[in-house]
């Protein structure tokens, strides 16, 4: 990061960086875990009778939830990454 700040990248593109990032594996960790939760839910309804655990409104609200706390931590990463000092960086790495 700090190489490509001390080269001249612009901020939008460190942002934009930062947050596909971020998203991107969030993105995929959310759809593999309602995956294996649908799988779960199919196990727990055949071993406990009377109970309905599949409800798409549930699924659907845990997820947005998840997401906007990825989006959010990956905002605060980024704001971070756009406050960092060039020289700072590049001494580190």
Same mark, same amino acid.
Request: with cysteine; net charge positive; aromatic share 2%.
């Given at each position: ?11 939008? /593109?460190? &942002? ?6 971020? !998203?991107? %594996?969030?993105?995929?960790?959310? #759809?593999?875990? =309602? @995956? ?18 599949? /409800?798409? &409104? ?6 947005? !939830?998840? %997401?906007?706390?990825?989006?959010? #931590?990956?905002? =605060? @990463? ?16």
């Amino acid at each position: 990061m700090g190489i490509r700040i001390a080269l001249g990248a612009a901020r939008g /593109d460190i &942002l934009r960086l930062v947050l596909r990032q971020g !998203l991107g %594996l969030g993105l995929v960790g959310t #759809a593999l875990g =309602l @995956a294996g939760a649908a799988g779960v839910t199919r196990v727990l309804n055949n071993l406990v009778r009377g109970v309905q655990s599949s /409800d798409a &409104l549930v699924f659907a609200a845990v997820a947005l !939830l998840l %997401l906007t706390v990825m989006l959010a #931590a990956s905002c =605060l @990463a980024a704001l971070r990454a756009l406050r960092l000092d060039p020289v700072v960086a590049l001494r580190y790495e």
